[in-house]
């Protein structure tokens, strides 16, 4: 498994961005696919994930109502689709592939196998 992110840059507060994760080489179908970040001075945290399989969802509180994540299985990629961005979610972005993490192990970083390099995400005005 091979993750590359990209889609990172400078935003306003309120505006939005997608980040991406792709170039998988070869997918699983016991795959799991998710997002963390990590701000400067600061651990790295769960953002969200997705089943690779079911397409089943988890986000955290801070991005619920916020961002979306989905996959699409014929790019072999998953987006992270960041709405109303807020200062504090600047950060580094990671993408993470784990074979098997149950759902209520989503948010859990020792859970994945695999990490991409990160993405800057910086939100100011």
């Known amino acids: 498994v091979q993750l590359q992110a990209s889609g990172g840059g400078l935003v306003q507060p309120g505006g939005s961005l997608r980040l991406s994760c792709g170039d998988l080489?070869?997918?699983?179908?016991?795959?799991?696919l998710g997002w963390f970040r990590q701000a400067p001075g600061k651990e790295r945290e769960f953002v969200a994930a997705?089943?690779?399989?079911?397409?089943?969802?988890y986000l955290a509180d801070s991005a619920d109502g916020r961002f979306i994540i989905s996959r699409d299985k014929a790019k072999n990629t998953v987006y992270l689709q960041m709405n109303s961005l807020k200062p504090e979610d600047t950060a580094v972005y990671y993408c993470a592939a784990s074979r098997r993490a149950r759902y209520s192990d989503f948010p859990d970083s020792r859970e994945y196998d695999y990490w991409g390099q990160g993405t800057q995400v910086t939100v100011s005005s």
């Open positions: 997705v089943s690779w399989t079911t397409g089943s969802t």
């Open positions: 080489g070869r997918t699983f179908n016991t795959l799991v």
